[in-house]
């Protein structure tokens, strides 16, 4: 529906990632580039789906799409914060380095088409992601798996101007957030613990709240309802398939 908004977000993505990234034959060099195309080839389908009541596939408001470039832009930041913390290497903090006119960019941006109120309500949702990759560093946590990407929100924060569908949808917008991200931290090993099966299976069934899913729905947000759904089925039959413990 969307394909050719997708493929200019990832032309976008794909072009700052060049201005950032040094060519060069290191594996290690390579592999942080291969990182960052990964994220310009998969995030921009995703990052639609939280502003699809907005978005028209017929006719995009040049407005609408600066919005959803500098969204996309601060999620590529964010992976390459996320690498210059975590790795230790001078190849990703140079990145970050190389990175800093096009966040800078990307703020003045935001910040000259938002109300006063608004970039107040963008700096919380950084404010929550940074608190959460916090928290669930020093012990992971279901519960956090969704904020700890709650920069991804900009897009509906922007271009909902805070509205009440908004507001009633953040949960269930975050709890898809989540349960993408659970399945990186399966892939990762973390349900291999006892304690964190359990507590993302209470935190699955909060996901799949009938009432959350209606409003969400009828507020516009159709792809995100379904893919809630599919991905907590999905979480479902791998979970129960894996024995544990030698069990």
Request: contains cysteine; negative net charge.
């Amino acid at each position: 529906m969307f394909d050719e908004l997708v493929l200019e977000l990832q032309q976008t993505l794909k072009k700052d990632i060049e201005a950032i990234h040094v060519a060069s034959s290191d594996p290690e060099e390579q592999h942080a580039y291969d990182r960052l195309m990964a994220v310009a080839e998969n995030a921009p389908e995703f990052l639609i789906i939280f502003g699809e009541p907005w978005l028209d596939p017929k006719s995009i408001s040049n407005d609408t799409l600066d919005i959803l470039k500098c969204c996309a832009r601060i999620h590529l930041y964010a992976r390459i914060l996320d690498d210059a913390i975590d790795e230790n290497s001078p190849c990703y903090r140079k990145n970050l380095l190389r990175a800093q006119p096009i966040f800078w960019d990307v703020v003045q941006r935001i910040g000259f088409s938002s109300s006063q109120c608004l970039a107040q309500q963008a700096i919380e949702l950084v404010v929550e992601t940074v608190n959460a990759v916090q928290v669930d560093d020093l012990i992971s946590c279901p519960a956090k798996w969704g904020e700890k990407n709650h920069h991804l929100l900009l897009l509906p924060l922007l271009l909902s101007k805070n509205n009440n569908a908004y507001q009633t949808c953040k949960d269930g917008l975050s709890s898809l957030i989540a349960l993408v991200q659970a399945g990186d931290e399966w892939r990762q090993g973390e349900f291999a613990q006892e304690a964190i099966r359990k507590e993302f299976f209470l935190f699955l069934s909060n996901c799949l709240n009938e009432k959350m899913l209606i409003a969400m729905k009828n507020n516009g947000w159709h792809v995100a309802t379904e893919r809630i759904v599919w991905n907590a089925h999905q979480l479902l039959d791998v979970l129960s398939d894996i024995k544990y413990d030698g069990k």
